[in-house]
């Protein structure tokens, strides 16, 4: 049963969060007896249990295995082929979520069922009261985010296939949703729903721009999309401004139902506003843009855990000094946690070493985990493959920092490469344009996510040396860009939707080093701990002093000169 609660009573919501933090035990069961009590006749289930009581808890933890997506992706599949739901599920599954994570370059899918989305939309409403607990006033005005849908695909089942904020803002519970005071929007919900990212990002930033006085916060859902927003900003900010002087919309906006909502927004010429914008934006330097155009703002709210900590510092330096908050941690597979504290900067390793299995409440405070989830809608017993690491509890719920996502090396949006990706795609290009006929041997290379500039993209120090001798290389131009592209056309699905779709990502890029460089870099890792005895070259980079090792001795640079492929095939996220 889904709790409920009205949203615009903080007191109550609180409450409900302190109920269920403080029963978090007998909740935790009382959940996982109803999956199942639900699902126990699903055929997955079946065969591990072999009709055993449905109340059986033990039985399941000792019977189902732990398992990760490829285990179960036959059984999705199947659904998205048009067999019955009750292969996972006693509810009818309405729809597949994608994932940005991947199986053999394709995006994950995951199960959804009508039930599912109510309670997603309950987690949404908890946000609230946690806010008014921290910031006053939110009632007093509005939020300018910067929302997003995604295109969605049609499996042979007749099942959508999308991501699940796609999803959500698609939804009824989004588009009907009852008023809330402490959660009013500058962007109208035409443009949110708009296909076209580039007319739903204009429209939404023009909304934004003429309600400025009466906005309180500003966000986006990831740190990497709040900051092309501002590029963008930064790119169209005088054309905006002509459209809030004259009080029209730029003609390359054809998308009606943005064009009729965003002039019921401007209502008219506002020769002064325009006048005000246009000389903030002016200024040489952007330091403290977003609280220069939004004064009243509080917050900024975006995602800036795990990968998108790296976006950091550039937030602050548009912010000045607006305090950076991440609600809530959520993925397709379910949504898991309300944050309870701002925003703190931290830096974790990754000490996890063991395979036992906890339940939620019994967690250690400072020891890493990786998530296990057992759902309603058909995961059971389903490796997230999420690490975090346990900070405290709050009454009886532990309380978890993201540190990162498990083999992940390189991420700059929804992208995420593991090290096994990227030896598939650097070997690929070293087959195809390094031996023949440059006769180039690649001695050792590394990465790293360079988010200096909107977009971020990749970088890939190689060490490159001819076969037949020691003297520094001859590159050339052409041959090290045809690597670049081989390399990106080798990167699976979503990161190639990413640059070649939603332009999220910049072209891949190949530093050359001339040689010792990475004999140096291994100095440098043993000088900081390392053991030379157990050194491996990284295949990722994140010091300072490892980057300025590898920059200052760079060679040769050279960027990807195409596009890379892409195409939905008919899973498009």
Same mark, same amino acid.
């Given at each position: 049963?889904?709790?409920?609660? =009205?949203?615009?009573? +903080? ?21 996982l007896h109803q999956i199942l009590s639900q699902n126990s006749g699903t ?12 109340? =059986? ?24 082929d048009g067999e019955s739901s009750d292969i996972v599920s006693s509810q009818?599954? +309405? ?13 994950? #899918? ?102 400025? /006085? ?45 064009? =009729? ?17 246009? /000389? ?45 908050? /991440? ?49 309603? +809608? ?44 990227? #030896? ?6 070293? #087959? ?9 041997? !690649? ?14 993209h990749y970088v890939l120090f190689w060490e490159l040396k001819p076969r ?16 670049? /592209?081989?390399?990106?056309?080798? !990167? ?82």
């Amino acid at each position: 049963m889904i709790p409920s609660y =009205d949203p615009n009573d +903080t007191e109550a919501g609180l409450k409900l969060l302190e109920d269920i933090t403080t029963n978090a035990e007998a909740i935790q069961e009382q959940v996982l007896h109803q999956i199942l009590s639900q699902n126990s006749g699903t055929q997955y289930l079946q065969a591990f249990l072999e009709g055993e009581s449905d109340k =059986d808890q033990q039985s399941f933890k000792n019977k189902v295995p732990v398992v990760n997506y490829d285990d179960i992706k036959p059984f999705i599949q199947r659904i998205a082929d048009g067999e019955s739901s009750d292969i996972v599920s006693s509810q009818p599954i +309405t729809e597949l979520l994608t994932s940005s994570g991947t199986s053999a370059g394709k995006p994950k #899918l995951m199960p959804s069922t009508a039930e599912e989305l109510e309670r997603k939309t309950f987690f949404y409403s908890m946000l609230v009261p946690v806010m008014n607990k921290y910031v006053n006033g939110l009632d007093e005005g509005k939020g300018m985010y910067l929302l997003f849908i995604k295109p969605e695909i049609k499996t042979p089942s007749g099942l959508m296939a999308r991501p699940v904020l796609t999803s959500y803002y698609k939804s009824q519970h989004f588009r009907n949703r009852p008023f809330n005071k402490y959660n009013v929007y500058t962007s109208p919900d035409q443009t949110i729903l708009c296909q076209d990212s580039k007319q739903s990002m204009y429209c939404q930033l023009l909304c934004g721009l003429v309600q400025r /006085s009466h906005v309180l916060r500003v966000g986006a859902v990831f740190a990497s999309a709040f900051l092309r927003a501002v590029k963008f900003l930064e790119d169209h900010y005088k054309e905006l401004c002509a459209d809030i002087r004259t009080g029209t919309v730029t003609s390359w906006i054809t998308e009606p139902a943005c064009r =009729d909502s965003v002039l019921s927004v401007l209502q008219g010429p506002n020769q002064e506003l325009a006048d005000e914008i246009e /000389s903030e934006c002016a200024e040489k330097s952007w330091e403290g843009i977003l609280r220069r155009l939004w004064p009243k703002a509080k917050y900024v709210e975006v995602i800036v855990t795990g990968s998108m900590a790296q976006y950091i510092p550039t937030l602050e330096f548009y912010s000045g000094g607006l305090p950076l908050v /991440s609600t809530m941690y959520a993925s397709s597979e379910c949504y898991f946690e309300i944050h309870f504290a701002l925003h703190s900067n931290t830096d974790d390793d990754d000490p996890l070493k063991e395979d036992l299995i906890v339940d939620l409440v019994n967690v250690e405070v400072g020891r890493y985990y990786e998530i296990v989830i057992t759902t309603f +809608t058909g995961l059971y017993r389903y490796r997230v493959g999420d690490i975090l690491k346990v900070t405290g509890f709050h009454n009886k719920a532990p309380q978890f920092r993201f540190v990162q996502r498990r083999n992940v090396v390189l991420s700059i949006d929804t992208d995420k490469t593991s090290e096994e990706d990227l #030896l598939n795609a650097v070997t690929q290009a070293k #087959l195809n344009h390094l031996q023949q006929p440059s006769s180039l041997l !690649l001695t050792e290379y590394t990465s790293y996510a360079d988010t200096s500039s909107i977009p971020g993209h990749y970088v890939l120090f190689w060490e490159l040396k001819p076969r037949h001798n020691n003297e520094p290389p001859e590159l050339e131009d052409k041959t090290m860009e045809l690597c670049c /592209s081989e390399v990106e056309n080798c !990167l699976d699905y979503v990161y190639r939707r990413c640059r070649n779709k939603d332009k999220s990502i910049g072209p891949l890029e190949i530093r050359v080093v001339s040689l010792g460089t990475f004999d140096l870099l291994m100095d440098f890792c043993v000088s900081q701990g390392s053991s030379v005895n157990q050194y491996k070259t990284p295949r990722c980079v994140k010091s300072g002093g490892a980057l300025e090792i590898l920059d200052s001795r760079v060679i040769g640079r050279f960027f990807s000169q195409r596009v890379p492929q892409w195409e939905p095939l008919g899973l498009d996220s």
